[in-house]
């Protein structure tokens, strides 16, 4: 514990916060050996030290006129006056009990006066003395202006010895910095003077321009292996205006590469560095290197093209199975027309061959169907695409309605309608658009004939400018929670006795244009089903 202070400590925070200053064993320094040889002047004795008291040893970290740079602790007259605050003083060390058997004074050194000012570090801790030293007693000690100039003097120790502890830790910490800046992933380059030559860069900044060392070049030397001068001209532009620069995936292309691809992507900003008279000294230049994230895009790109390309291949399943599903209609309805012609042939006469050339032409029709359906599909497949023309709205449920009352599998279908206020065209594939009206109802028709009639609702309105909503409603049992989850996938069978994949092939053919197609369960009873169209004026609004 000190003595004479305030302030307390042991002496392992005393040792702790010495070792600190990192001055033990260090050579020796001017700065120290001219304030010993002043305060041996300044005090008129042949000895003076800058003593720092270890463990085990004191340690002259300057030492005038003895000759030795330590000595043991026991034999430290300065480990008694480190503990004193004010200027210890010993007129003849050979009178003083404390003294009378140190080797120093008994051998060969004969020390006998000694002066000795604490060096007071961190937190009032003692480190040791300044403090000097004869080989004669003095009765009469120090003068008053002797003790003075010499704490002066033991403060210019400690101010030294706090500079170097403060040097050495901002080197620390610069070193932290630039370890810290040399393994970051991100580029750091700084430029200085109207050259912009670099005074620094990291690791990162010297991959991503393939150069060993930038350091002392100006830009346009240390830039000179890519083969863009984008950057330059972004350096300098900063450096002209003073307006900051931030830009997203760059390209950097270098001239050679010896690993990788020699062209980066970086995001990268260009900051001003402003002194003290607020004209720019230098530039900041930092950013990453996007070059994985951009390639990631890339392999992310062509991911999907090969997933679009897998979907298209896939799609060609579906294909044979809406040809299979939806050729059953034009075919069966071309079936009845020829069974009426099969039917009249052995009594043709009068108004019976006119009969016949009338089924046989709805016959003709329906086969032409049967083509259309199928051109159709095999574009929709292959491309993605529909062919789109402008209908009108009410031509397609007349038709459907047509086409059903032909074929005949739905006896006793009643369609009632609800268009209006919708506008009057629509820009669709027809006959894609009319496949989609007859699955619906076929499959409303199905889920609710109980009876002679069957109704079914088809009504239209228009969502916004641009959009069309269409329903479709039965009034059946409606549609089993479990699934609505599985309703617009292949071969979900939604009605009995069918392979349901119609309900696929018409969200299929909403999605391909552009629309988007649901299936609720209604409030008083039934299911209804939900599809979007686009409206349009003419054929370039549905580009």
């Not at 199928?374 to 009410?394: H, M």
């Not at 996938?489 to 552009?514: M, N, P, Y």
Request: some cysteine; hydrophobic content about 45%.
């Amino acid at each position: 514990m000190s003595k004479g202070s305030s302030a307390s400590w042991t002496e392992v925070e005393r040792l702790r916060i010495l070792r600190d200053y990192s001055i033990l064993d260090t050579p020796p320094e001017p700065v120290f050996d001219e304030i010993v040889a002043l305060a041996a002047e300044v005090c008129d004795t042949p000895i003076a030290l800058v003593s720092l008291v270890d463990e085990l040893r004191q340690w002259f970290k300057a030492e005038y006129g003895l000759g030795q740079r330590e000595t043991p602790r026991a034999v430290a007259v300065c480990a008694h006056a480190m503990l004193e605050p004010d200027t210890f003083i010993v007129p003849d060390l050979s009178r003083d009990t404390r003294f009378t058997d140190n080797p120093l004074v008994t051998g060969a050194e004969n020390l006998r006066f000694y002066a000795g000012v604490q060096l007071i570090g961190r937190d009032g801790v003692p480190l040791g003395t300044l403090s000097v030293l004869d080989r004669c007693p003095r009765p009469e000690g120090l003068s008053p202006r002797q003790q003075r100039l010499l704490r002066g003097l033991a403060r210019q120790v400690m101010s030294e010895l706090e500079l170097r502890r403060s040097l050495a830790e901002q080197r620390i910490q610069l070193q932290r910095f630039q370890l810290l800046f040399e393994q970051a992933p991100l580029f750091l380059a700084l430029c200085e003077g109207p050259a912009l030559q670099f005074g620094y860069a990291n690791r990162a900044f010297h991959d991503l321009i393939g150069r060993e060392t930038v350091f002392g070049h100006a830009a346009e030397e240390a830039l000179r292996d890519l083969n863009d001068d984008d950057l330059l001209v972004h350096l300098r532009s900063v450096w002209d205006s003073g307006a900051p620069f931030r830009g997203r995936d760059l390209p950097l292309r270098r001239k050679k590469s010896s690993a990788g691809s020699s062209c980066r992507h970086v995001d990268m900003i260009v900051e001003p560095m402003v002194g003290a008279n607020g004209r720019i000294v230098g530039l900041l230049c930092a950013g990453s290197d996007m070059t994985e994230e951009h390639q990631a895009k890339d392999q992310a790109a062509r991911l999907r093209a090969q997933i679009e390309h897998g979907r298209q291949v896939s799609a060609m399943g579906l294909m044979a199975t809406t040809i299979a599903h939806e050729l059953n209609q034009p075919l069966a309805a071309a079936g009845n027309y020829l069974s009426a012609v099969r039917y009249l042939l052995p009594s043709l006469a009068g108004d019976k061959l006119a009969k016949v050339a009338e089924a046989a032409a709805l016959a003709d029709d329906q086969l032409a169907r049967a083509g259309q359906i199928i051109r159709s599909a095999r574009t929709l497949v292959t491309s993605g695409l529909v062919k789109r023309e402008l209908v009108e709205f009410a031509d397609l449920v007349a038709r459907v309605r047509a086409l059903l009352a032909a074929s005949g599998e739905c006896p006793g279908l009643s369609i009632r309608t609800e268009l209006a206020p919708v506008r009057s065209t629509v820009c669709v594939d027809r006959i894609q658009i009319e496949q989609v009206l007859l699955n619906l109802i076929r499959n409303a028709y199905q889920a609710n004939r109980s009876g002679s009639e069957c109704l079914v609702m088809v009504t239209a309105h228009a969502v916004d400018a641009d959009c069309v909503e269409v329903t479709v409603r039965d009034y059946g049992p409606g549609i089993p929670e479990e699934a609505f989850g599985m309703l617009f996938t292949t071969l979900h069978q939604s009605t009995s006795g069918g392979l349901g994949a119609g309900l696929s092939i018409c969200a299929t053919i909403v999605r391909a244009h552009g629309g988007r197609i649901w299936a609720v369960n209604e409030p008083d009873g039934g299911a209804s089903f939900h599809f979007t169209l686009a409206q349009a004026d003419d054929l370039s609004d549905a580009a």
